[in-house]
């Protein structure tokens, strides 16, 4: 589920338009600083408001400059169940 949390624009699911992130906007904007720290507060933002059955410790994301793309790893705890989870995706652009 977090893999179509993150995929998902704005209203691209019917009955549900709030739900969705500008991931796929921030793709196209320069690789910096800036972008990868936006990138990871939409990301934290996205999980804590949409996905109640985990608990996000930390997220690491990387600006992969060789691939033009960012590697993300998302440590997070599932709600009742034991022990921590990884979490391991990328983001690139796609036209």
Not at 41 to 63: D, G, M, W, Y
Not at 67 to 87: K, R
């Amino acid at each position: 589920s977090l893999t179509i949390l993150l995929k998902t624009q704005h209203y691209e699911r019917h009955f549900k338009p709030e739900l969705g992130s500008p991931i796929y906007r921030l793709l196209f904007e320069p690789m910096d600083p800036v972008t990868t720290n936006v990138l990871k507060q939409t990301i934290s933002e996205l999980i804590q408001n949409f996905e109640p059955r985990v608990r996000l410790n930390s997220l690491q994301i990387n600006a992969n400059y060789d691939e033009n793309q960012y590697d993300i790893n998302i440590y997070f705890q599932i709600v009742g169940l034991p022990g921590p989870v990884v979490y391991s995706t990328f983001l690139k652009r796609m036209r």
